[in-house]
């Protein structure tokens, strides 16, 4: 993979043992400071403003290892992250994606009106009934969503999402629009050149991940706000 090493390491954040001898191995990346700061500054201020961002590359340049950094920095944070990941045999299965991002909150009590709990919960194969409107699937994801943050922030990382299911996307696009006045930050990975990606999230940030080695020639991060 592109001439990176990884290495074991602790971070400078962690406690360097844990209690009976357990101690963390952390896996450092090499030459993504810039992308990591960028995002530990969103994540940081995440209770003021919500936030979308979407990191894109080429296949193997690191995008999964940015993105499962990211989700250590939130849960460091003490934000619920909640993860999906499109997969290509799943890509055609409605709703996989949103099933997979959803599931522990699925488990707890719902505060959800009626109408769209019905909505979700159908969509999801999870109670009989007519097929519901998307609208109402992606208000009750956002609702869920939103109602959780309201005790404790929640970062959504989404890898791959180029191959999640087209419903999914639509939900997440959705999701995207309407974060900015709730402690949500939504991190989605992206293959570069995929032509099957439908767009339609509103990205605050785009963090490129480029090749780690090539960061004397090219900046590391090249970070596009909107
Ligand atoms: N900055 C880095 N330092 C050390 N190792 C890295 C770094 N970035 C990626 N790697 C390693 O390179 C490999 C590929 O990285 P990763 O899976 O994150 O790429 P990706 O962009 O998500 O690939 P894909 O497009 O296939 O999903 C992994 O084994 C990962 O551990
Ligand atoms: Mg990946």
């Not at 950094?69 to 890509?91: F, T």
């Not at 180029?162 to 939900?171: E, F, K, S, Y």
Request: aromatic fraction near 4%.
């Amino acid at each position: 993979m592109n001439g990176h090493q990884c290495m074991p390491a602790h971070t400078g954040d962690s406690p360097a043992s844990l209690p009976g001898g357990y101690e963390p191995v952390v896996t450092r990346l090499i030459g993504r400071d810039a992308e990591l700061a960028a995002l530990r500054r969103l994540i940081s201020r995440i209770r003021h403003e919500g936030t979308s961002v979407i990191l894109r590359g080429e296949p193997g340049v690191g995008k999964s290892s940015v993105l499962q950094a990211a989700a250590a920095m939130g849960r460091d944070g003490n934000a619920l992250v909640l993860e999906a990941s499109g997969i290509e045999s799943e890509s055609m299965l409605p709703f996989a994606g949103l099933h997979q991002l959803l599931r522990p909150l699925l488990a707890r009590p719902s505060s959800l009106p009626e109408v769209q709990q019905r909505a979700l919960l159908t969509a999801l194969g999870l109670r009989d009934g007519p097929a519901p409107q998307l609208f109402l699937i992606a208000l009750a994801a956002l609702t869920l969503i939103a109602d959780t943050a309201a005790t404790q922030p929640v970062v959504l990382v989404i890898d791959d999402v180029q191959w999640i299911d087209a419903p999914t996307n639509d939900v997440l696009a959705f999701i995207s629009r309407r974060v900015r006045h709730d402690p949500i930050m939504m991190i989605t990975a992206l293959r570069d050149g995929h032509v099957s990606f439908k767009s339609g999230y509103k990205r605050r940030t785009f963090v490129s991940v480029l090749p780690a080695q090539d960061s004397h020639a090219n900046p590391a991060v090249k970070i596009a706000a909107e």
